[in-house]
Nanobody, 124 residues
């Protein structure tokens, strides 16, 4: 029903910036809760940021708060993650996801649709 495709990953030096995008097809993100997660080698998938469609409430993990900004376009066809002041520990595969009726937006298990992931590597 919903297909998600991430783009924008790549190599960047510490302190630099990068913007990730996630495009939706099949249906827009309208009335869906959306989020970004990341998974580094040897670590569990962790919450990065989210936007609830109702009230457009934003949330983000403490580790990225003040550095990363999540947003959607006016038509809610694209979800973006602007990443600033990048650190080597930000290196991970980043995934966008959408949820139909989540209990919480911080848990990966609550999401119904996932993109394929895009690699972000931050060098020191």
């Amino acid at each position: 029903q919903v297909q998600l495709v991430e783009s924008g990953g790549g190599l960047v030096q510490a302190g630099g910036s990068l913007r990730l995008s996630c495009a939706a097809s099949g249906r827009t993100f309208s009335r869906l809760d959306v989020g970004w997660f990341r998974q580094a080698p040897g670590k569990e998938r962790e919450f990065v940021a989210s936007i609830a469609w109702r009230g457009r409430i934003t949330d983000s993990a403490d580790s990225v708060k003040g550095r990363f900004i999540m947003s959607t376009d006016n038509g809610r066809n694209t979800v973006s993650l602007e990443m600033n002041s990048l650190r080597p520990e930000d290196t991970a595969v980043y995934y966008c996801a959408a949820a139909l009726d989540p209990l919480t937006l911080r848990a990966a298990s609550q999401y119904d649709y996932w993109g394929q992931g895009t690699q972000v590597t931050v060098s020191s």
